[in-house]
């Protein structure tokens, strides 16, 4: 009965729907590790390995399937999955049963980035079948939609999917991948999305990584907010292309930037490094604060930056990065962070009380590396 009355008020009144990813996402997805090496069995063990490596006691809660699990048509023109994926309602049963979501992925074009069929022409059609496996989230991927839409009918395309997930009566997350076009910023929020990506693919090295999380993100962080968020795109803790101290700086970034938290690395088998980074509570409580403030650059000295994000509780989280190759003091004074007089410090990643600070906070940090602490007011 419950049930049926909350499908209701959903189809007649989407702000009753829009309590979905009132904190960023946070979860899994197959691409960056398995890309087309994805099937059941494996999604089925990573779920597995959500619960035992205490992913999802820490909110990693998402199992989300990227590309290439889709299928041909049946004759009524209903997606089915290939043979990777014999049985999806069956999968998402699983992943359910084990107290977790599942996600899944398609492209407003005819195909999708890797090839597969897109749902060009049969958005509500999908929407449905999705509904009906039970599935939690979509990341639409705009891919070959370029084929036969104009840039400027992206917002309507995606509200298109955007008011057919929400006619199921099935909260489904909503995942926009368009790369930043057309400032998606300005409308995401407004045809549905719950979070959107604002750049191209990350990948696992240290340039991509920063160039996307610092320089990207500087001007956005006013558009991110209790269920819309901006989407630097899925992390690469753990995958091998950067040393612990990178992705610790990767991690503290995110969190920062109250980026959606997927983990992209094969989790069956963490390193004590890539589990310490993954599960640091105090980083994912900054990501996950319900203010839902993401941070801004206050100052820049060279390779040394200094980023804030304000708290729910009046705490300010504060990130001393550095960008160079070699050893650099970072000082956050006080009169450019917008603290005075004496305040307590917690370092987020020694797990430390730093004591009192008055004035400023500075220090010596890591090349590539990151302090990042949270000062009491
Ligand atoms: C695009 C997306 C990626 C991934 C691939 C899959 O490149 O941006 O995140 O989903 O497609 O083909």
């Given at each position: 009965?419950?049930?049926?009355?909350?499908?209701?008020?959903?189809?007649?009144?989407?702000?009753?729907?829009?309590?979905?990813?009132?904190?960023?996402?946070?979860?899994?997805?197959?691409?960056?590790?398995?890309?087309?090496?994805?099937?059941?069995?494996?999604?089925?063990?990573?779920?597995?390995?959500?619960?035992?490596?205490?992913?999802?006691?820490?909110?990693?809660?998402?199992?989300?399937?990227?590309?290439?699990?889709?299928?041909?048509?049946?004759?009524?023109?209903?997606?089915?999955?290939?043979?990777?994926?014999?049985?999806?309602?069956?999968?998402?049963?699983?992943?359910?049963?084990?107290?977790?979501?599942?996600?899944?992925?398609?492209?407003?074009?005819?195909?999708?980035?890797?090839?597969?069929?897109?749902?060009?022409?049969?958005?509500?059609?999908?929407?449905?079948?999705?509904?009906?496996?039970?599935?939690?989230?979509?990341?639409?991927?705009?891919?070959?939609?370029?084929?036969?839409?104009?840039?400027?009918?992206?917002?309507?395309?995606?509200?298109?999917?955007?008011?057919?997930?929400?006619?199921?009566?099935?909260?489904?997350?909503?995942?926009?991948?368009?790369?930043?076009?057309?400032?998606?910023?300005?409308?995401?929020?407004?045809?549905?999305?719950?979070?959107?990506?604002?750049?191209?693919?990350?990948?696992?090295?240290?340039?991509?990584?920063t160039?996307?999380g610092f320089d990207k993100q500087l001007t956005l962080a006013r558009?991110a907010?209790?269920?819309?968020?901006?989407?630097?795109?899925?992390?690469?803790?753990?995958?091998?292309?950067?040393?612990?101290?990178?992705?610790?700086t990767?991690?503290s970034l995110?969190a920062m930037l109250a980026?959606?938290?997927?983990?992209?690395?094969?989790?069956?088998?963490?390193?004590?490094?890539?589990?310490?980074?993954?599960?640091?509570?105090?980083v994912?409580?900054i990501?996950?604060d319900?203010l839902?403030q993401e941070a801004t650059r206050v100052s820049r000295d060279g390779a040394a930056e200094v980023w804030t994000r304000q708290l729910a509780n009046g705490d300010l989280a504060v990130a001393l990065f550095n960008r160079s190759?070699?050893m650099t003091e970072v000082d956050a004074r006080w009169e450019i962070i917008g603290l005075k007089g004496k305040h307590k410090a917690h370092d987020l990643w020694?797990?430390?009380?730093l004591g009192t600070v008055r004035d400023s906070y500075s220090a010596e940090v890591q090349?590539h590396g990151v302090i990042l602490v949270r000062i009491a007011r």
């Amino acid at each position: 009965m419950h049930r049926v009355t909350l499908i209701g008020l959903c189809l007649t009144s989407a702000s009753l729907c829009a309590n979905l990813a009132q904190t960023p996402p946070m979860g899994w997805n197959s691409w960056n590790k398995f890309a087309e090496k994805i099937d059941d069995q494996t999604v089925r063990a990573i779920a597995d390995a959500m619960v035992s490596s205490g992913m999802k006691d820490a909110g990693y809660i998402y199992v989300n399937i990227d590309d290439t699990w889709e299928g041909q048509r049946d004759a009524q023109g209903n997606i089915q999955s290939n043979s990777k994926f014999p049985d999806m309602k069956a999968l998402a049963d699983y992943v359910h049963g084990k107290g977790l979501k599942i996600g899944i992925y398609s492209s407003p074009g005819p195909k999708t980035c890797a090839g597969y069929e897109g749902s060009y022409q049969h958005e509500a059609q999908d929407a449905k079948t999705w509904a009906a496996w039970g599935i939690d989230y979509l990341k639409y991927d705009w891919c070959s939609a370029d084929k036969v839409y104009k840039p400027s009918e992206m917002p309507s395309v995606y509200k298109k999917m955007g008011d057919a997930l929400k006619a199921t009566g099935r909260p489904i997350v909503f995942s926009l991948c368009q790369y930043g076009l057309e400032k998606v910023w300005e409308w995401g929020a407004s045809v549905g999305g719950n979070l959107w990506r604002t750049t191209d693919d990350i990948q696992d090295n240290w340039d991509s990584m920063t160039k996307i999380g610092f320089d990207k993100q500087l001007t956005l962080a006013r558009y991110a907010g209790p269920g819309h968020w901006n989407d630097p795109d899925m992390l690469e803790i753990g995958n091998g292309g950067m040393n612990p101290t990178e992705y610790r700086t990767h991690m503290s970034l995110w969190a920062m930037l109250a980026a959606p938290l997927l983990a992209g690395n094969d989790i069956r088998s963490m390193n004590a490094d890539t589990r310490n980074i993954l599960l640091n509570k105090e980083v994912i409580a900054i990501d996950q604060d319900p203010l839902g403030q993401e941070a801004t650059r206050v100052s820049r000295d060279g390779a040394a930056e200094v980023w804030t994000r304000q708290l729910a509780n009046g705490d300010l989280a504060v990130a001393l990065f550095n960008r160079s190759e070699g050893m650099t003091e970072v000082d956050a004074r006080w009169e450019i962070i917008g603290l005075k007089g004496k305040h307590k410090a917690h370092d987020l990643w020694l797990h430390q009380e730093l004591g009192t600070v008055r004035d400023s906070y500075s220090a010596e940090v890591q090349a590539h590396g990151v302090i990042l602490v949270r000062i009491a007011r």
